[in-house]
């Protein structure tokens, strides 16, 4: 079966970083798109970033431009997002999500999920 497992979430202090993983099996992981999406409490899920297949191709929602990097292995079936410079805007818990399949149309990543991890809670906070 599918399973998108994620680690490295934590607290963080504003300003400080942080380097999520997301371990996947269960598929051919070099044939899909991945992303992140996140979700604060009692608000609903927001997109964050997306890979390619390949990795060739990052996309990020502008809150987070400059300041997360997502990448992948596939040699080793891992999706990273790599967050710097956090805010308090930026808690939420993050999760891993499979991509079935996307368009891009001027820089804009529209993807459809299918499989998402449990999460792992990221907390910015003084």
């Known amino acids: 079966e599918v399973q998108l497992v994620e680690s490295g979430g934590g607290l963080v202090q504003p300003g400080g970083s942080l380097r999520l993983s997301c371990a996947a099996s269960?598929?051919?992981?070099?044939?899909?798109?991945m992303t992140w999406v996140r979700q604060a409490p009692g608000k609903g899920p927001v997109w964050v970033s997306a890979?390619?297949?390949?990795?060739?191709?990052?996309y990020y929602a502008d809150s987070v431009k400059g300041r997360f990097t997502i990448s992948r292995d596939n040699a080793k079936n891992m999706v990273y997002m790599q967050m710097n410079s956090l805010k308090a805007g930026d808690t939420a818990v993050y999760y891993c999500?499979?991509?079935?399949?996307?368009?891009?149309?001027?820089?804009?990543?529209?993807?459809?999920?299918?499989?998402w991890g449990k999460g792992t809670q990221v907390t910015v906070s003084p």
């Open positions: 999500v499979k991509v079935t399949s996307a368009v891009v149309i001027r820089n804009s990543y529209r993807g459809v999920m299918d499989y």
């Open positions: 269960g598929f051919s992981f070099g044939v899909y798109d």
């Open positions: 890979i390619s297949n390949s990795g060739e191709s990052t």
